[in-house]
């Protein structure tokens, strides 16, 4: 990579719109995490069911994730080239494809939430445990995505702040709501996953009152328009491509760590929360690159990108690094607070070590992953991540049918993720080093 100097200013600005975003992204995990824990106390099978249902259900909503990346990489880029009004139009057409894709994601989820479930091959009470909060989840799926491509627009705009605040107040809100429903009420697992659709659907009706006050002042049509719509689906065809294979990744882990019996498996709930947690930390600075990426390329400026990439990524990998340290430090009491299983708690303990020692590579690949998808180079990110998970599969496949189990099992399955963020970190680092990707202008 070039080491084109950072202009003056440029840190500011990554930090005004990173700071704010990675408050709100550590809030947006603390969703599962309070689920955890509060679910945890449930028993081990109610926990394990959580996290059966937990990836089945983030699949669902995150290979719809463009709606929040592509659209904030095409706001910036129109918001770079002068054009606000088409810029927040652009975003309303992302806000409606969300409601669609949202309401035929739910009926799905809901309807083929057992079958779903039994892929993972889980014994019948972690099973029936999964399928009760699938069930009444798939109901906030709608405002899920609706959240997602709201947020998208308003980073685009260059406003980190205003999904800052969404993200507190719903992460205060469901830690409230799910606690009263699950052990108050007696919901049981249940009521964690009534807590987050009501929660998540007060996100939504925040941030959409925002971006329609915004496209009132400018004078942007609110209605729905077909061939707008139309557009902004076939441009995250290839960011739905880039998601579903890192999902398949993710999903074929949880498999895998399935096979290693319950607790180990409870363990690796709690394990890929925190890891979760940990990207989205991480992904901060990639929220900041998307925006800041699409802006400047968006007026034609290519120095400024370059330069501040180079910024991102020596910050990225730095902040891994402390990452790395705090997980170390705390790897033995984060098992604390979410289970009671003494099984649990050492699998977990020992799965968190491995967790620690990957977070610089994940910031690696996090941040240059920003990058370009602000610029647009999502056709390239499709095919490096279905690499990726390709090269991945023999290494995951290798622990499932080793048939060592237990805490070890668990350990060299967290060894072998950490090898996939490895090739993928490798892909990205070599695509950023050219100048393809850099392509100027309002529309790619």
Known sequence: MSDTAPRDGQAREILRLAVPAFLALVAEPLFLLADSAIVGYLGTSALAGL???????LTAVNIFVFLAYGTTAVVA??????????????GIDGIWLALLLGAAG????????GPLVQLFGDGPEVSAEAVTYLRWSALGIPSMLVVLAATGVLRGLQDTRTPLVASVVGFSANALLSLLLVHGVGWGIAGAAIGTVLAQTGMALGLVLVVVR?????????TFHGAGVLRAARGGIPLLVRTVALRAALLVTTWSAAGLGDEQ?????????????????????AIAAQALTGKTLGAGDRE???????????????FGVILTGVILALHRVIPLGFSQDLDVRSALGAALVVVALGQPIAGIAFILDGVLIGAGDTRWLAWAQTAATVAYLPMVLGVRLSGVDG????????VAFTGFMTVRALLLWRRSRGETWMVVGAER
Do not use: C
């Not at 400024?304 to 730095?318: D, H, N």
């Open 265 to 285: 498996l409870a363990a690796h709930q709690v394990a890929m929360t925190v890891w979760s947690t940990l990207a989205f930390a991480l992904d901060a600075l």
């Open 214 to 222: 915004g496209a009132g002042r400018l004078g942007s049509s609110l």
């Open 77 to 90: 880029r129109r918001l770079g080239a002068g054009d606000q009004r088409g810029a927040v139009s652009a």
């Open 407 to 414: 805490t070890t099992g668990l350990v060299w399955l967290w």
């Open 51 to 57: 996290g059966v249902a937990s990836a089945v259900l």
């Open 106 to 113: 739910a009926v799905v989820t809901a309807v083929l939430a």
């Open 304 to 318: 400024g990108t370059r330069a501040a990439t180079t910024l991102m990524v020596r910050w990225s990998i730095w």
